[in-house]
DNA sequence: GTCTATATAATGATAGAC
DNA sequence: GTCTATCATTATATAGAC
């Protein structure tokens, strides 16, 4: 389901071919030209639209931050996470929507970097929830796990195409995610060492790379 | 200790400004007189040295990949985890390396999906021997868990802006690596849910955001 | 609202002097 | 090898016709 994005609009068409093109190559490889082609109107209405590229990405930001983060169903306002569940679910309809969403931690921008905080303390919080209830075990250093769960879950997003390759398909499917969730949901649950050969401690420097080398 | 990277030629620090260049803001972002403007010549001999901004690219993608590869020493060549954790062990001097590294599989190119691949390869071997002397859990499906500790491990690169930040420094630093490492360790160990409490099986389509919502 | 035409700046790349 | 000067192309953005 869309909220209010059934908006047929020439300014929401022009915009949607945006998030199509600087999700695909990003925002420097793309040109008001291009979109202008994507969107079926000239380079001119482009910017008379939007003032300028930049503010034409600052409203494909708000678009996505706004689809991806308002959710008034069920369990409260900003849940990202069902959100994009739904997008998942709709594949054709909402790809382009997923990989913006990847670009954006990756293109650098303020929405980026707020959304990626919002949802730190969004699984912080979660996390300690689950920690006083019983479910989850306590971690040494609770915003440092909950910073990692968080880099994990969006790597979906930021590689996605190589996931997809690497699963056989040419681009993110049904099938894939399936895959992919049902590994993850193994390692949340049980980790990947068996218990009685958990290796040492690791020092520092090692760093990002220890889970290619058990 | 850097191999053949002793390289005080003008191409080479040409080379070297454009891995900075392209690493921090993207290859489509970075022009070839700020390319020249960083290495301090001009804008022509850039081009001069190179025939194209693209075959530059090349160049890059092809140094880093080389630099992150050929290692001789120990367990044999290719060993990419060796050669990051050297990089991370001195960070001011391979900052550049590890940013352009991220960027590599974000920017889309052959070089990314093919070292992504030879990292997924590489993987799945680690995991068969560890799950044939007992040391690691066998999976219902070794491919998506190659995959996936392929994706979660790069996701330190890709995403170390991010990381940094909510970390509380304004980049990348021993301190958050550690931190970052350890959390890691605690979750390939025994995973985030106690043993009592595991959740409910998956469905498709609910995909990479159920770490999420615990 | 939408287009065409255009101004202005920046881009990749070339040519030729030194 | 390195530079300066320049070209052709493409970029963003503007102005004005309809």
New binding site residues.
């Given amino acids: 389901m869309r909220s209010r994005s059934d908006d047929s609009t020439?300014?929401a068409r022009i915009r949607d071919a945006a998030i199509r093109l600087i999700g695909q190559n990003g925002f420097a490889a793309t040109?008001?030209?291009?979109v202008a082609t994507e969107a079926g109107?000239?380079?001119?209405?482009v910017?008379?639209h939007f003032?300028?590229?930049?503010e034409l990405k600052v409203a494909c930001d708000d678009f996505i931050i706004t689809e991806v983060t308002h959710r008034k169903v069920g369990m409260g306002e900003g849940d990202v996470s069902a959100a994009v569940s739904e997008w998942y679910a709709d594949l054709p309809t909402f790809e382009p929507w997923l990989i913006y969403l990847g670009r954006l931690f990756t293109d650098d921008s303020v929405a980026g970097a707020d959304l990626f905080d919002r949802l730190v303390a969004m699984s912080h919080t979660m996390l300690a929830e689950g920690v006083a209830s019983g479910a989850i075990t306590p971690s040494a250093d609770e915003h440092a796990r909950a910073v990692l769960l968080v880099t994990h879950s969006l790597s979906t997003l930021t590689l996605q195409s190589h996931i997809a390759r690497s699963l056989g398909s040419s681009q993110l499917s049904l099938d894939s995610l399936s895959r992919m969730g049902n590994a993850a949901l193994e390692l949340y649950t049980h980790g990947i060492y068996t218990p009685s050969t958990t290796p040492s401690q690791e020092g520092p420097g090692s760093g990002p790379t220890h889970d290619l080398r058990h």
Avoid: E, N
């Avoid at 109107?41 to 209405?45: I, T």
């Fill in positions: 020439t300014k040109s008001a030209r291009a109107v000239s380079a001119g209405l910017i008379h003032g300028s590229m930049r």
